[in-house]
């Protein structure tokens, strides 16, 4: 089972993301290379450990090439490569802030008209792909396997056959897959989806999103053909069978059950609640990302105080915002627009001793995010559009003594997963379903959040990321289609 021995990999693994799971910082004593925490890399490190593989990436901000030492050092310890990708401030522009965040990000979250669809982005685009193709033709062998993740890279596979490099590969998209009323809108819609089509196997999140790409398919490749329960696809004239899945990712659950289990988390989540008078404490935990539909939840938050009075001087909400691509101006916008709520909203129901709205505008270590999660009543997620959203699944993994409430999101990937579950779903455009569902979690009984919770505990217990990781490659190699089922969810 481990180190994908099961999974009929021969070479090595070989991971390709825009971003390495490491951070670089500058110190008195030269570059220092520091492990990163996300839960890709506990899933990953095991399997590239095992296999020797590597791990090929940027770093976000320059500095790779003059930390070749620290990165060696780092490599050996980890027990796997990683290979740095350096970005040119121009690339980092048009590539990264450019095509992928102004294009194809608003874009695959259905958001078309903040969409940015400058030529010069997509040229650089490619030529970022080319590059990262390069590095990984130029560091790996025939009988690897390339793992390619995400928006940023999807033309890696097509440029590595370009370059007369045959390796097998696999990608899978973190992000939704729009419908083909919006994906249409793309200028570079047919290059888009054929680079994608040179990967022996695409993974998506949900089968909504695999249905989309499949829809768009037959739209913009008539002679495709779409059979089977794998969804294999012979793609016109080049008879290539592609595999399109359906690979809905975990997080690492035991690490989250065990931090939050801790004495010390317990006590620390106990001087939270104290400090908020024992109030229902309601919690937002998001990038700042305008598909993350904050500002739609404090909009929410307030009817919810104006239409049921009761709450008031009972909730407190707790919003956490993690400052993200912060160079960009519209990030800037949104940011000064929850700030403007938050202080209208407080403005409007503050009375000595409660204030209704706690705005945290900073990265929280991982040990202060779980006492939060834990101290928390009800978590509010509810995004506009998101393809997992891990913070969902975050909170209930943390939820060690299963009394919180979860108000999802229709429009986030884990409501496919967690709608029959107990999950209380709702429509984030819907400022008054929204204030309402705040009502009803706050009013749930205690056998009813533990019934709620404890299912939603067991799914993401049994989903985690390790079986993301081995459900991916086993689809990546089983040798008979018909072994390739998509997961139901
Ligand atoms: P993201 O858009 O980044 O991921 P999400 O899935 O919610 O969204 O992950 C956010 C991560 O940041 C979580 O792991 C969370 O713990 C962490 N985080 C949030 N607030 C923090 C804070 N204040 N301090 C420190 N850490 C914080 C993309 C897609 C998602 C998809 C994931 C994984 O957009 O839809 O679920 O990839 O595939």
Redesign the pocket.
């Known amino acids: 089972e481990e180190g994908g021995e099961a999974h009929g990999l021969r070479g090595r693994l070989v991971v390709v993301s825009n971003r390495l799971p490491v951070t670089l910082a500058r110190k008195p004593s030269g570059w220092e290379v520091q492990a990163g925490a996300?839960?890709?890399v506990t899933a990953l490190a095991p399997v590239l450990r095992d296999r020797g593989g590597l791990w090929i990436g940027s770093c976000g901000q320059g500095g790779e090439a003059e930390a070749s030492a620290p990165f060696a050092r780092f490599s050996k310890e980890a027990g796997y490569r990683l290979l740095p990708v350096e970005l040119t401030g121009e690339e980092h522009r048009d590539y990264y802030e450019g095509f992928s965040n102004e294009i194809i990000w608003p874009l695959f979250h259905d958001f078309q008209s903040r969409c940015n669809f400058e030529p010069r982005y997509w040229n650089c685009y490619q030529e970022v792909n080319r590059k990262f193709a390069r590095t990984v033709a130029a560091n790996s062998r025939e009988d690897d396997y390339v793992w390619v993740h995400d928006y940023h890279l999807m033309h890696v596979a097509g440029f590595l056959r370009e370059q007369g490099a045959r390796r097998s590969c696999g990608f899978f998209l973190?992000?939704p897959f729009p419908a083909p009323d919006i994906f249409l809108k793309l200028p570079w819609r047919r290059q888009v989806l054929s680079a994608l089509l040179e990967h022996q196997l695409v993974g998506f999140?949900t089968l909504a999103d695999r249905r989309n790409f499949i829809r768009c398919l037959q739209v913009l490749h008539p002679r495709a053909e779409v059979w089977g329960r794998g969804c294999v696809v012979t793609a016109g004239v080049e008879e290539k069978s592609v595999r399109i899945g359906c690979f809905p990712?975990g997080?690492d659950y035991a690490a989250f059950a065990k931090l939050a289990a801790s004495p010390a988390m317990a006590a620390q989540a106990r001087a939270i609640r104290q400090a908020y008078r024992d109030r229902t404490i309601l919690l937002g935990?998001?990038?700042l990302?305008y598909?993350k539909g904050v500002p739609q939840r404090l909009r929410a938050l307030r009817s919810a105080l104006a239409r049921h009075p009761e709450l008031r001087e009972r909730v407190c909400h707790v919003q956490?915002?993690?400052p993200s691509r912060e160079g960009v101006g519209e990030y800037q916008e949104l940011k000064n627009e929850i700030e403007r709520l938050v202080t209208q909203i407080n403005g409007e129901f503050t009375v000595p001793g409660w204030v209704p709205i706690h705005h945290?505008y900073?990265?929280?270590?991982?040990q202060?995010?779980v006492a939060y999660y834990l101290a928390s009543d009800v978590a509010l997620v509810t995004p506009l559009r998101?393809?997992?959203?891990?913070?969902a699944k975050?909170y209930c993994a943390s939820n060690v003594t299963e009394t919180g409430a979860l108000v999802l999101s229709e429009f986030?990937?884990?409501a496919a997963q967690f709608q029959r579950l107990g999950a209380l779903l709702v429509n984030p455009y819907d400022t008054e379903e929204v204030a309402d569902a705040i009502k009803t979690a706050c009013c749930l009984s205690r056998p009813d959040r533990r019934m709620r919770m404890h299912k939603l505990r067991e799914n993401v217990r049994r989903s985690n990321v390790s079986g993301w990781v081995d459900s991916f490659l086993d689809a990546a190699f089983s040798r008979h289609l018909d072994d390739f089922a998509p997961i139901e969810t």
């Open positions: 996300g839960g890709l973190h992000i999140q990712i997080i935990v998001d990038r990302d598909s956490v915002l993690v945290l900073r990265n929280l270590s991982r202060e995010l998101d393809g997992m959203n891990l913070v975050e986030a990937g884990a």
